[in-house]
């Protein structure tokens, strides 16, 4: 399975963007998705997840302002960013988790849960 991640660039502080990250290979319905962000010199931080029964946990800085979702049969999972703001900058990263069971309850906040990544699509909010 691989993740292909797009939709980053530069937008104004309020502005909006929306991420996909499309997966090839493997059964994505069945695949918790999540989406990270790295900004530089500071730790990869959860962002948004959607289980695969539909579950959905946001981080605390984005709650209100980010929507995540899943088109199971374009095998994409999205990434709303709304009322963006320079804290907002980073590196967004897409990732699965492979192993997940549809009655499964999972701490998707926990990075380690993800076990396929894929590349990173820049993200830069301008004051």
């Known amino acids: 399975v691989q993740l292909q991640a797009s939709g980053g660039g530069l937008v104004q502080a309020g502005g909006s963007l929306r991420l996909a990250c499309a997966a090839s290979?493997?059964?994505?319905?069945?695949?918790?998705m999540g989406w990270f962000r790295q900004a530089p010199g500071k730790e990869r931080e959860f962002v948004a997840a959607?289980?695969?029964?539909?579950?959905?946990t946001y981080g605390d800085s984005v709650k209100g302002r980010f929507t995540i979702s899943r088109e199971n049969a374009k095998k994409t999972v999205y990434l709303q960013m709304d009322s963006l703001k320079p804290e907002d900058t980073a590196v967004y990263f897409c990732?699965?988790?492979?192993?997940?069971?549809?009655?499964?309850?999972?701490?998707?906040?926990?990075?380690?849960?993800?076990?396929?990544w894929g590349q990173g699509t820049q993200v830069t909010v301008s004051s």
């Open positions: 990732a699965a988790h492979s192993r997940a069971i549809l009655t499964g309850i999972y701490d998707y906040t926990d990075i380690k849960m993800f076990d396929i």
């Open positions: 290979g493997g059964t994505f319905s069945r695949y918790g």
């Open positions: 959607i289980g695969r029964n539909g579950r959905i």
